[in-house]
């Protein structure tokens, strides 16, 4: 009876433990099809690899001015500070070295800047700032930058013909909104200049003074914002360039200021000169050989010499000049207005000149065309000259200093100035009454309006070329 019940026992339990494993094995394959699947599920995706970046570093709003730079990160476009470099700036201390690190420095970096940041004053002494340099370099001028003061400051050991010399540059930028100061008036009081000797003379020492700032064999040059001043002889001059950009820019110095030239221009093609003012002693643009397309509009000139093509053909040389376009411009309290000179005995040709709406504010000589310039009692007649032709002249209007006539063109006795046309120019004396009519010799054109004052002078057709004459002028 125990054995039966002890069997029964055990048979009571085997089925309750087989009972509960069937209901848990039901209950996890219930589970997994409630997703679907008979199999157990894959791992979920993972997600996509993700390239961890640096963690971003918030602008500091005080930057420490003394830090340096990356140098050699092409991308940085990093500010290249001179007082970084240890520039002073107090208008004292020669800074010149520390310019000169900067701009090693600078040169090295794609799409740097060198700054001379505002409300410093820096003296650096004459300097070449060489390149090549990585593209997009930029000179930025926000203090005030200026050489020594006068001849006898000046260091013996440095050239007295210049003094910023910016050479083989591509792509460059000088620009801000800071003074270039010549410190040019001890220069201007040398004996040598004109009128300052004895009695007014000039005396026979040697005379050279430096051009403020030259660009040499450089392309691609923009110059913009600045204000450059009071230079002892010109204050900006272009050799050998090509692609010059020339914007808002203020150039002054006194109207008796010698040889303060504003913008000349030598052996430089593809330039343009835009709203500027310039105010000197000499030539407001000046237009040397070798230099074509040429677009000068919105400048103010005076007082000044004007805007003068020349003087070309010195020494029996050759001259080319051409495509040269002068359009919107102010031109005023002057002793010229548009000019072409040339010496006797030259070869060459100027050619393609427009002038454009032009107002004439009591101008000496509004225009000109002189191929008997001589700046001395000493000059040989002679029979070759530098050709002038194609010359249009159209909407000049204003008034002129009646001391002289307003028109006068003297063209050479064997090469004739040909093809110059007039239209819509009117030209009233600024005080008085009119003492010369316009002059003309050898000078051949058409006028399309009448001109005021009457020009009666101005040949028709063209001339009688004499055999032999050759009309190639070379260029």
């Given at each position: 009876?125990?054995?039966?019940?002890?069997?029964?026992?055990?048979?009571?339990?085997?089925?309750?433990?087989?009972?509960?494993?069937?209901?848990?094995?039901?209950?996890?394959?219930?589970?997994?099809?409630?997703?679907?699947?008979?199999?157990?599920?894959?791992?979920?995706?993972?997600?996509?690899?993700?390239?961890?970046?640096?963690?971003?570093?918030?602008?500091?709003?005080?930057?420490?001015?003394?830090?340096?730079?990356?140098?050699?990160?092409?991308?940085?476009?990093?500010?290249?500070?001179?007082?970084?470099?240890?520039?002073?700036?107090?208008?004292?201390?020669?800074?010149?070295?520390?310019?000169?690190?900067?701009?090693?420095?600078?040169?090295?970096?794609?799409?740097?800047?060198?700054?001379?940041?505002?409300?410093?004053?820096?003296?650096?002494?004459?300097?070449?700032?060489?390149?090549?340099?990585?593209?997009?370099?930029?000179?930025?001028?926000?203090?005030?930058?200026?050489?020594?003061?006068?001849?006898?400051?000046?260091?013996?050991?440095?050239?007295?013909?210049?003094?910023?010399?910016?050479?083989?540059?591509?792509?460059?930028?000088?620009?801000?909104?800071?003074?270039?100061?010549?410190?040019?008036?001890?220069?201007?009081?040398?004996?040598?200049?004109?009128?300052?000797?004895?009695?007014?003379?000039?005396?026979?020492?040697?005379?050279?003074?430096?051009?403020?700032?030259?660009?040499?064999?450089?392309?691609?040059?923009?110059?913009?914002?600045?204000?450059?001043?009071?230079?002892?002889?010109?204050?900006?001059?272009?050799?050998?360039?090509?692609?010059?950009?020339?914007?808002?820019?203020?150039?002054?110095?006194?109207?008796?200021?010698?040889?303060?030239?504003?913008?000349h221009l030598g052996n430089t093609r593809s330039v343009a000169i835009h709203n500027s003012v310039v105010s000197n002693g000499d030539d407001c643009i000046s237009i040397g050989t070798g230099c074509s397309d040429i677009d000068i509009q919105g400048v103010t000139c005076g007082p000044s010499h004007g805007i003068s093509i020349g003087s070309l053909g010195v020494h029996n040389s050759q001259a080319c000049v051409s495509n040269i376009t002068v359009r919107n411009t102010v031109i005023r309290d002057s002793d010229n207005g548009l000019r072409v000179k040339t010496w006797q005995g030259g070869t060459g040709s100027v050619s393609n000149l427009l002038f454009e709406n032009i107002q004439m504010e009591n101008v000496l000589n509004c225009i000109i065309v002189d191929q008997y310039y001589c700046q001395s009692k000493d000059c040989r007649n002679e029979t070759s000259a530098v050709r002038v032709f194609d010359v249009q002249y159209r909407n000049i209007k204003g008034t002129y200093d009646v001391r002289s006539a307003p028109i006068h063109f003297a063209c050479s006795d064997t090469v004739a100035c040909t093809n110059i046309t007039m239209s819509e120019v009117e030209l009233l004396p600024e005080e008085g009454e009119l003492v010369d009519d316009p002059f003309c010799w050898n000078a051949y054109g058409t006028q399309e309006t009448l001109t005021i004052p009457p020009i009666d002078c101005l040949l028709d057709g063209s001339p009688v070329v004499e055999e032999g004459y050759n009309s190639s002028p070379g260029c």
């Open positions: 009876m125990r054995i039966l019940s002890g069997i029964l026992v055990v048979y009571l339990i085997s089925t309750l433990l087989f009972g509960q494993l069937i209901y848990v094995a039901r209950g996890r394959f219930h589970y997994h099809k409630r997703r679907g699947l008979s199999d157990p599920p894959p791992p979920p995706p993972l997600p996509p690899a993700v390239t961890a970046k640096p963690p971003q570093v918030p602008s500091d709003p005080y930057p420490n001015p003394n830090q340096d730079p990356a140098p050699g990160d092409s991308d940085s476009g990093c500010i290249f500070d001179v007082t970084s470099f240890g520039a002073v700036g107090d208008g004292s201390c020669d800074d010149t070295a520390a310019f000169k690190d900067a701009w090693k420095a600078a040169c090295a970096v794609q799409s740097s800047v060198v700054l001379a940041p505002e409300g410093g004053v820096f003296k650096i002494t004459s300097t070449i700032f060489s390149g090549p340099c990585k593209p997009g370099l930029l000179f930025q001028l926000d203090g005030v930058l200026m050489p020594p003061d006068g001849p006898e400051e000046w260091p013996e050991k440095d050239s007295k013909s210049q003094w910023l010399i910016f050479y083989r540059l591509d792509g460059f930028t000088f620009a801000g909104k800071g003074t270039v100061e010549g410190n040019g008036k001890k220069w201007w009081d040398l004996p040598c200049k004109p009128h300052r000797g004895p009695d007014g003379s000039s005396s026979s020492e040697p005379c050279v003074s430096p051009t403020m700032i030259r660009f040499f064999m450089s392309n691609n040059i923009e110059v913009g914002g600045l204000r450059i001043q009071n230079s002892p002889q010109f204050h900006m001059k272009f050799d050998g360039c090509e692609g010059v950009s020339i914007n808002d820019i203020q150039i002054s110095s006194p109207k008796l200021s010698p040889n303060t030239d504003g913008i």
